[in-house]
């Protein structure tokens, strides 16, 4: 089992910048594959960004790229997201997951293990 906890939402402005965060604890976090989705009201979930064990492999949606950037630190068992440049479109919970092969990491059935979420709320 891995437990994951995300923080680091919250308000900010358009143009503004947040950075999330994932803990993570249980098993080994350096044996997992990392992603992080978003739903925002009345849509579906949606993939952002997903990055591999060892962090060679990084992927992201075409709706955060060059905006965003996921990383990990596996000494601390935790997992990050650099958000740059939101606009009210980005506005969503943000949820981190985890999985043991990277492949298919942009579906997010295939991953084992989910967060509870964070809210994100891009607004003026």
């Known amino acids: 089992q891995v437990q994951l906890v995300e923080s680091g939402g919250g308000l900010v402005q358009p143009g503004g910048s947040l950075r999330l965060s994932c803990a993570a604890s249980?098993?080994?976090?350096?044996?997992?594959?990392m992603g992080w989705f978003r739903q925002a009201p009345g849509k579906e979930r949606e993939f952002v960004a997903a990055?591999?064990?060892?962090?060679?492999?990084?992927h992201y949606a075409d709706s955060v790229k060059g905006r965003f950037n996921i990383s990990r630190d596996n000494a601390k068992s935790s997992l990050y997201l650099q958000m740059d440049n939101l606009s009210p479109e980005d506005t969503a919970v943000y949820y981190c997951?985890?999985?043991?092969?990277?492949?298919?990491?942009?579906?997010?059935?295939?991953?084992?293990?989910w967060g509870q979420g964070t809210q994100v709320t891009v607004s003026s």
């Open positions: 990055i591999s064990f060892n962090s060679v492999g990084v």
């Open positions: 249980g098993r080994t976090f350096g044996d997992y594959a």
């Open positions: 997951a985890a999985k043991v092969l990277f492949v298919d990491y942009d579906k997010g059935r295939r991953y084992n293990y």
